[in-house]
């Protein structure tokens, strides 16, 4: 056995320092490797499920506003259908209705014993929009066996109808005179004497009649209508500016039956009528304090 040199140990140290670096160099890229394994999916991980948590969470949010914007737009869609629906239900309601003027009662009918003409006396009620008794009931003693009433109109246009309008939403008219077929003289509703064509409120009064004036001050449209009637109803560019398609007088009639009761109505898109009344009310019977 030969004794071991000094170059032979040198040789095996440089061996033994190779082989620990080796092992140190495997160490550090075991230690980096898992560093970078555990950095990754303790940082690198999370931080790419946050942004897709925060890329879902705008999506939601930005869904969410889209939704928002468009439930209020429904919301004021809805709005204005609901508004269009009222007052469309409102128009055709107007259109419809027939709002009672007055009520008129036969207490009597016969021959006039000096001349054996037709004779009857009428009981004329003005009522108001509840049907309650408004003004002076009075008593008509006329000739003939058809009733004639004879009234003031003023329609507006059916635009005002349809939109419901508060002041033009239906036409307006005052009971002027009263007569039978045979009478020569129309009898004025107002006072029960001579009917006189002048405007009503000539003399400064309210021109509206009792049911008119139950519904609160004149307005400067009924002021200007009812002040100077012919005048609007000559006036074609007035009655435009007032929103009126027609101003004018009607006479309404009807043969009566002793005892029956007759209803004048106005509808809202039109004129009045006058029609019998199978169960008329108490307001329309005679009192006994009826003169």
Same mark, same amino acid.
């Given at each position: 056995?030969?004794?071991?040199?000094?170059?032979?140990?040198?040789?095996?140290?440089?061996?033994?320092?190779?082989?620990? !670096?080796?092992?140190?160099?495997?160490?550090?890229?075991?230690?980096?490797?898992?560093?970078?394994?555990?950095?990754?999916?303790?940082?690198?991980?999370?931080?790419?499920?946050?942004?897709?948590?925060?890329?879902?969470?705008? !999506?939601?949010?930005?869904?969410?506003?889209?939704?928002?914007?468009?439930?209020?737009?429904?919301?004021?869609?809805?709005?204005?259908?609901?508004?269009?629906?009222? !007052?469309?239900?409102?128009?055709?309601?107007?259109?419809?209705?027939?709002?009672?003027?007055?009520?008129?009662?036969?207490?009597?009918?016969?021959?006039?014993?000096?001349?054996?003409?037709?004779?009857?006396?009428?009981?004329?009620?003005?009522?108001?929009?509840?049907?309650?008794?408004?003004?002076?009931?009075?008593?008509?003693?006329?000739?003939?066996?058809?009733?004639?009433?004879?009234?003031?109109?003023?329609?507006?246009?059916?635009?005002?109808?349809?939109?419901?309008?508060?002041?033009?939403?239906?036409?307006?008219?005052?009971?002027?005179?009263?007569?039978?077929?045979?009478?020569?003289?129309?009898?004025?509703?107002?006072?029960?004497?001579?009917?006189?064509?002048?405007?009503?409120?000539?003399?400064?009064?309210?021109?509206?009649?009792?049911?008119?004036?139950?519904?609160?001050?004149?307005?400067?449209?009924?002021?200007?209508?009812?002040?100077?009637?012919?005048?609007?109803?000559?006036?074609?560019?007035?009655?435009?500016?007032?929103?009126?398609?027609?101003?004018?007088?009607?006479?309404?009639?009807?043969?009566?039956?002793?005892?029956?009761?007759?209803?004048?109505?106005?509808?809202?898109?039109?004129?009045?009528?006058?029609?019998?009344?199978?169960?008329?009310?108490?307001?329309?019977?005679?009192?006994?304090?009826?003169?």
């Amino acid at each position: 056995m030969t004794a071991e040199g000094p170059l032979d140990f040198i040789q095996r140290l440089a061996v033994l320092n190779q082989a620990v !670096r080796t092992l140190m160099l495997l160490a550090l890229t075991g230690l980096l490797g898992y560093g970078g394994y555990y950095g990754y999916h303790r940082y690198v991980v999370p931080a790419r499920e946050l942004e897709s948590v925060r890329a879902e969470f705008a !999506r939601v949010q930005s869904e969410l506003s889209d939704s928002k914007k468009q439930i209020e737009q429904q919301t004021v869609e809805i709005k204005k259908l609901s508004e269009e629906n009222d !007052r469309l239900t409102t128009s055709l309601r107007l259109i419809k209705v027939d709002r009672r003027l007055a009520y008129l009662t036969v207490t009597d009918l016969g021959p006039d014993p000096e001349t054996g003409e037709p004779l009857m006396k009428v009981l004329f009620t003005e009522v108001d929009l509840d049907g309650r008794q408004v003004g002076k009931r009075r008593i008509f003693t006329l000739k003939g066996a058809l009733l004639n009433v004879d009234c003031w109109l003023a329609k507006f246009e059916d635009k005002y109808i349809e939109q419901a309008d508060l002041v033009r939403g239906t036409s307006l008219c005052i009971i002027r005179g009263i007569r039978g077929d045979k009478d020569t003289v129309l009898q004025s509703i107002d006072e029960g004497a001579a009917y006189a064509d002048a405007a009503p409120g000539s003399d400064g009064a309210d021109p509206r009649p009792p049911a008119y004036q139950t519904m609160g001050q004149i307005s400067d449209l009924e002021q200007k209508i009812w002040s100077d009637f012919w005048k609007v109803a000559n006036d074609n560019q007035l009655q435009q500016e007032l929103g009126l398609r027609a101003v004018h007088g009607q006479v309404n009639y009807i043969q009566v039956e002793a005892g029956a009761t007759y209803q004048l109505d106005l509808r809202a898109s039109d004129g009045g009528s006058i029609r019998k009344v199978d169960q008329p009310p108490a307001v329309a019977l005679p009192q006994p304090d009826d003169t």
